[in-house]
């Protein structure tokens, strides 16, 4: 989808294809760098990739999307389909705007876009989960709807987990 006010294009991605392998490294680069408070390698980018696959953001078992502006990669937002007591829910991860284009609404474009796919996909519920210091990340999923809910992972980087239904 295109804005007709500038050169931002929102587009599903396969996670193999260069667009999404340059926004997944972005990512990590910000969201790692943050965590590590230092500049992230090239290797340890590599590292973090292999470690952390993302084949199932592709149908059927997810999606993932690539903002760019000016053919330059702005932000990514993933959606897994998981299992959660019986029924399918989305989860979304790797939820990532560039820090040139931050509070400019393209967070909540990403998850609206996200949120339509999962609808169209029949999903009723979706979470996710964010460390403790993204403060403006957890204040992104408060407006747009997310609760904070029990922990549903063991993951180490989590320290808030969010859920929002569909209706």
Sequence with gaps: MADPDTSLVVAVVKPAEAPARQALRDYYHDIAGRY???????????????????????????????????????????????????IRVGELTRVYVSGTVRRQGLGGRLLNVAEQQARADGVTALRLDVRTDLVEARALYARHGFHEVPAFNDSPYAGHWFRKTLR
């Design 36 to 86: 590590y408070g230092r500049p992230l390698t090239e290797a340890e980018i590599d590292e973090i990739l292999t470690d952390e696959p993302d084949e199932d953001l592709q149908p059927p078992t997810g999606w993932f999307w690539v903002a760019t502006l000016d053919d330059r990669v702005a932000g990514c937002v993933g959606l897994r389909y998981v299992a959660e007591g019986g």
